[in-house]
């Protein structure tokens, strides 16, 4: 058996992580002065209501060796492995920690960087789960995953880029230029990285490019899934996308919230769509 453990920012709900058998490791957000753990001490909620008062702009940090190190020797009193995926090395150091606690188990822990975030993560650790619980063997999953990246896509909107400005997740200037004449930025995550993927005109316009970027997908990859992911107050935009992708042949993974380290950097009104194909 080949137990899956993940991190905080595949934002899974417990019900997910419970049903699928996965782990998540939360990462840090350091905010009013006080660390607190992502999906256990904080949301999204708590963080806009904060900076609405004054609070300081919060940071994020990942989970010290020790602490997968402490998941990994858990898991593997029940599994003969451990297969542990993660958030981007390019926007975290999580995976880099993970790699350090796998170094003392003899070869029983692979980690492996997803090469994205929420639930593009997300959606690769339940699907290591359920190929795990079907008999599939590490280098099957592992190499399953490695397809998938190569194909899977995030297609997102935010209401202002100064919270990806001020956490170091893009330039002063693409900030600039996202606040003109209401434009709205289309921004993806590709190579493990946020990337600019075009722009709208308001959010409507930006709404309708990542539907018909999701329906181009479909096209493309074959039948495909979709993870809609939107910060709070986001779900009525999320339905008016749904309704307009009906009958595209992209299967309805649901609604999912982006945690409290992701809301760090995206910032309030954040919403779009993560796709992956089926097969």
Same mark, same amino acid.
């Given at each position: 058996?080949?137990?899956?453990?993940?991190?905080?920012?595949?934002?899974?709900?417990?019900? &997910?992580?419970?049903?699928?058998?996965?782990? $998540?490791?939360? *990462?840090?957000?350091?905010?009013?002065?006080?660390?607190?753990?992502?999906?256990?001490?904080?949301?999204?909620?708590?963080?806009?209501?904060?900076?609405?008062?004054?609070?300081?702009?919060?940071?994020?940090?990942?989970?010290?060796?020790?602490?997968?190190?402490?998941?990994?020797? &858990?898991?593997?009193? @029940?599994?003969?492995?451990?297969?542990?995926?993660?958030?981007?090395?390019?926007?975290?150091?999580?995976?880099?920690?993970?790699? *350090?606690?796998?170094?003392?188990?003899?070869?029983?822990?692979?980690?492996?960087?997803?090469?994205?975030?929420?639930?593009?993560?997300?959606?690769?650790?339940?699907?290591? $789960?359920?190929?795990?619980?079907?008999?599939?063997?590490?280098?099957?999953?592992?190499?399953?995953?490695?397809?998938?990246?190569?194909?899977?896509?995030?297609?997102?909107?935010?209401? @202002?880029?100064?919270?990806?400005?001020?956490?170091?997740?893009?330039?002063?200037?693409?900030?600039?230029?996202?606040?003109?004449?209401?434009?709205?930025?289309?921004?993806?995550?590709?190579?493990?990285?946020? &990337?600019?993927?075009?722009?709208?005109?308001?959010?409507?316009?930006?709404?309708?490019?990542?539907?018909?970027?999701?329906?181009?997908?479909?096209?493309?990859?074959?039948?495909?899934?979709?993870?809609?992911?939107?910060?709070?107050?986001?779900?009525?935009?999320?339905?008016?996308?749904?309704?307009?992708?009906?009958?595209?042949?992209?299967?309805?993974?649901?609604?999912?919230?982006?945690?409290?380290?992701?809301?760090?950097?995206?910032?309030?009104?954040?919403?779009?769509?993560?796709?992956?194909? *089926?097969?």
């Amino acid at each position: 058996m080949i137990a899956i453990v993940t991190d905080s920012t595949s934002d899974l709900t417990p019900a &997910e992580q419970q049903q699928h058998s996965v782990v $998540s490791v939360p *990462l840090y957000v350091l905010f009013g002065g006080q660390m607190h753990r992502d999906g256990l001490d904080i949301t999204p909620t708590d963080l806009f209501k904060g900076l609405r008062e004054g609070k300081k702009t919060p940071s994020t940090s990942q989970p010290s060796p020790a602490e997968f190190a402490k998941v990994y020797s &858990e898991a593997l009193e @029940t599994a003969d492995e451990v297969l542990s995926v993660h958030i981007s090395g390019q926007l975290s150091g999580t995976v880099g920690s993970a790699r *350090l606690a796998a170094q003392d188990f003899g070869g029983r822990v692979t980690v492996m960087d997803s090469h994205t975030v929420t639930m593009g993560l997300g959606m690769q650790a339940i699907r290591a $789960s359920q190929m795990s619980q079907g008999g599939r063997s590490m280098a099957e999953i592992v190499a399953a995953l490695e397809l998938v990246q190569r194909s899977a896509a995030i297609r997102f909107t935010v209401d @202002t880029l100064d919270f990806l400005r001020m956490n170091g997740r893009i330039g002063g200037a693409a900030a600039l230029l996202g606040g003109l004449l209401n434009i709205k930025p289309i921004l993806a995550v590709r190579g493990g990285k946020v &990337e600019a993927a075009g722009r709208a005109r308001g959010s409507k316009k930006a709404q309708a490019e990542i539907v018909q970027f999701a329906r181009d997908f479909a096209a493309q990859n074959g039948p495909s899934r979709a993870s809609f992911m939107c910060t709070d107050g986001g779900e009525a935009t999320l339905e008016e996308m749904r309704t307009a992708l009906a009958g595209s042949g992209i299967e309805d993974f649901g609604n999912h919230k982006f945690g409290a380290v992701i809301a760090t950097h995206a910032g309030p009104g954040t919403y779009g769509l993560v796709l992956e194909p *089926l097969n």
